[in-house]
């Protein structure tokens, strides 16, 4: 089955930074990774997505590049604010056949010091 | 339109009862899946339903089961709880199957004693 990793675990940034955070997928079938966005105490909310036809897409601050042949993918945000602290999680899945679902990174805690 | 819902909100058990909860998707969205949260794995995919039917399972054991109803209203339940089962469970809602987006619920959070 397909897995994910996603690195860093822990991500500690000046306000006006960038952050990256990188996740790469085992599975070479995958084409469809999308960015969730959890704030302490909320649920996950989807910032970003990028589907496998496309290298890079962005939205203002946030940026997603993929690279199919490295099996890899990263988000990009630009210009950090303190409201952008949260933990981020990466996934990738498959959506032909029967057996789609989503599978998560293990998650990234940004932390934007004023 | 509404979110997904989620309920009860707080659940607490005791270790050998079972728990039955409960998923609203998004008005029309027929794909539901459930996570299940902790701090040390993450968000582990649980089950997806689709049509009232099954579509795919996670590597939980038989204890963790669900249903969907012909109005897209998931249920799943967890029976002979464990310790280990206190977590955060998470359902997400999508219209389709496949590369569509997930919403997600506010979650249920299970405390197990």
């Known amino acids: 089955g397909e897995n994910v990793e996603q690195h860093p675990s822990t991500l500690s940034v000046q306000e006006g930074d960038s952050a990256v955070i990188k996740c790469t997928y085992s599975?070479?079938?995958?084409?469809?990774f999308p960015w969730y966005k959890q704030e302490l105490g909320k649920r996950p909310q989807l910032i970003i997505d990028?589907?496998?036809?496309?290298g890079e897409k962005k939205d203002q601050r946030i940026a997603v590049t993929l690279n199919k042949t490295a099996k890899h993918f990263s988000l990009h945000i630009t210009e950090t604010q303190p409201e952008d602290s949260a933990v981020y999680f990466c996934a990738a899945s498959y959506s032909g056949g029967s057996n789609y679902k989503l599978t998560f990174g293990k998650g990234t805690l940004l932390t934007v010091n004023p | 339109k509404a979110g997904v819902t989620q309920t009860p909100r707080y659940l607490i058990k005791t270790r050998g009862q079972q728990v039955t909860l409960s998923c609203s998707p998004i008005s029309g969205h027929r794909s539901v899946s459930w996570y299940q949260q902790t701090p040390g794995q993450g968000l582990q995919f649980l089950f997806e339903?689709?049509?009232?039917?099954?579509?795919n399972k996670g590597n939980f054991p038989g204890r963790f089961s669900g249903r969907q109803f012909s109005n897209s209203r998931s249920e799943m339940n967890v029976s002979t709880l464990e310790l280990g089962d206190s977590a955060l469970y998470l359902c997400?809602?999508?219209?389709?199957?496949?590369?569509?987006?997930?919403?997600f619920g506010p979650g249920t959070r299970l405390t197990v004693l």
């Open positions: 997400a809602s999508s219209q389709i199957r496949g590369a569509d987006t997930q919403y």
């Open positions: 990028i589907r496998s036809n496309v």
């Open positions: 339903y689709f049509s009232e039917t099954q579509r």
């Open positions: 599975d070479s079938a995958s084409n469809y």
